[in-house]
Nanobody, 120 residues
Framework: QVRLVQSGGGLVQAGGSLRLSCAVS????????MAWYRQAPGKQRELVGV??????TYTDSVQGRFTISRDVAKNTLYLQMNALKPEDTAVYYC???????????????WGQGTQVTVSS
């Protein structure tokens, strides 16, 4: 089992910065990808960025402003958000995907979500 617990988020003015954290516990060696998603009111959940095979990619709207990083020693995933815009307002979720070593079955796990609100 893999468990994700998020922290961070809150209210910030446009142009400000926030950092989200996602503490990962459990069968960490089974994880293949780590990602951040967000869901704005009335919209579908969208991928913000993903770490896969050592490469990090971002959706165009956050490229150059957001940075995903990982502290292996702390088993924690981070999302550093700079130059925030009102349109970044959403609930942000961390996500991992992996394969259970015994059964070979794929799985994904989600954090509980955290609200980020950017005021203009």
């Amino acid at each position: 089992q893999v468990r994700l617990v998020q922290s961070g988020g809150g209210l910030v003015q446009a142009g400000g910065s926030l950092r989200l954290s996602c503490a990962v516990s459990g069968s960490i060696s089974s994880i293949n990808t780590m990602a951040w998603y967000r869901q704005a009111p009335g919209k579908q959940r969208e991928l913000v960025g993903v770490i896969r095979s050592g490469t990090t990619t971002y959706t165009d709207s956050v490229q150059g402003r957001f940075t995903i990083s990982r502290d292996v020693a702390k088993n924690t995933l981070y999302l550093q958000m700079n130059a925030l815009k009102p349109e970044d307002t959403a609930v942000y979720y961390c996500n991992v995907e992996g394969v259970w070593p015994v059964t070979g079955r794929a799985y994904d796990a989600w954090g509980q979500g955290t609200q980020v609100t950017v005021s203009s």
